[in-house]
């Protein structure tokens, strides 16, 4: 079990270093006993695209010793650390962090806000408005910005032409794609006609109506997501056991070379949930999140979808 994660205010420590080698070493996973938090974000090869290292990101509530630090993660990963950072993280409230509340949230680039906040606007930002208080996600959960935070990742390295937020809600996800790509065809998709509702009003509140179409659809079946597949990131913030079922059928619809960003589930929950996507073909490629909350990036490899194109 991970260790507790702080229940107020307090500085925290953060490790950073890199792993050489795919996959993803597995003997990572020793580390998140020591840890409360770790992250990971794969580093590609650039004509292949295939993982060559991982970046990892390990946070502390205790300055850790870095001689004695480097030493247990070499034996953890059977390899010397050369690149080994520590460095302290500024104290906030890290309950209050991934619990609903009113105030504006900022999440890499993005800057999610009620209208009351624009003014609070950081230069640079990329805005999302939403009404403070609505339901169906208004950003303050960390699943939720472990998403935002893949967004804005994959945006520094890759260019996404067709997007699509599964199960959508308040469609915070599917805005934050469309201002990150401009002429990407975004679809925002939910089973909920409130949920639809909803994010049809906040899409057209923050200008977006036009690169945004908003859906009624169970899973994958509406028309406009059939005729839209494949896309080139599909974004799904709901339950672990929802994203096992969908599996199958998202991994269809991912383009050779697409990303699956998948969240609303406990750290927990996260190696059956990639078992399934592995099982269908994609490969990890980050995790992120705040504990006890995961977020998980994986990629549709362009080489095995080829090879099942040809057979």
């Known amino acids: 079990m991970a260790a507790d994660w702080p229940a107020a205010a307090q500085v925290l420590w953060r490790a950073r270093f890199t792993v050489d080698g795919s996959p993803v070493p597995e003997s990572l996973g020793a580390l998140e006993e020591a840890a409360l938090s770790v992250s990971l974000f794969a580093i590609e090869e650039e004509e292949s695209a295939e993982p060559v290292a991982w970046q990892v990101s390990a946070f502390f509530a205790e300055e850790p010793d870095k001689a004695a630090l480097g030493r247990e993660l070499g034996a953890i990963v059977g390899r010397e650390i050369a690149d080994l950072e520590i460095d302290e993280v500024p104290a906030q409230d890290w309950v209050a962090a991934s619990a609903m509340h009113q105030e504006p949230v900022q999440v890499g680039r993005f800057f999610v806000h009620a209208p009351k906040d624009r003014g609070l606007l950081p230069p640079d930002a990329v805005p999302i408005e939403v009404e403070a208080g609505l339901a169906f996600g208004s950003g303050e959960h960390a699943t939720t910005q472990a998403c935002l935070e893949a967004i804005d990742r994959l945006a520094a390295v890759r260019r996404c032409r067709t997007v699509l937020d599964l199960g959508c809600g308040s469609a915070i996800l599917a805005m934050g794609a469309a201002r990150v790509w401009p002429t990407a065809r975004v679809i925002a998709a939910d089973n909920d006609p409130v949920a639809v509702r909803i994010a049809r009003e906040n899409v057209a509140k923050n200008g977006l109506a036009a690169r ?5 659809s ?14 080139d990131l599909i974004l799904a913030n709901i339950l672990a056991d929802p994203l096992i079922d969908l599996a199958p059928a998202l991994a269809r619809r991912l383009a050779p070379g697409g990303f699956a960003v998948l969240s609303g589930l406990l750290d927990r929950q996260a190696e059956a949930v990639t078992r399934a996507y592995v099982g269908q073909g994609l490969r990890p490629h980050a995790r992120l999140g705040t504990a006890p909350w995961v977020g998980l990036v994986l990629r549709k490899p362009q080489r095995l979808a080829r090879r099942r194109a040809a057979g």
């Open 212 to 216: 945004v179409a908003v859906a009624l």
């Open 218 to 231: 169970d899973g994958f079946r509406s028309d406009l997501i059939r005729r839209t597949a494949p896309f």
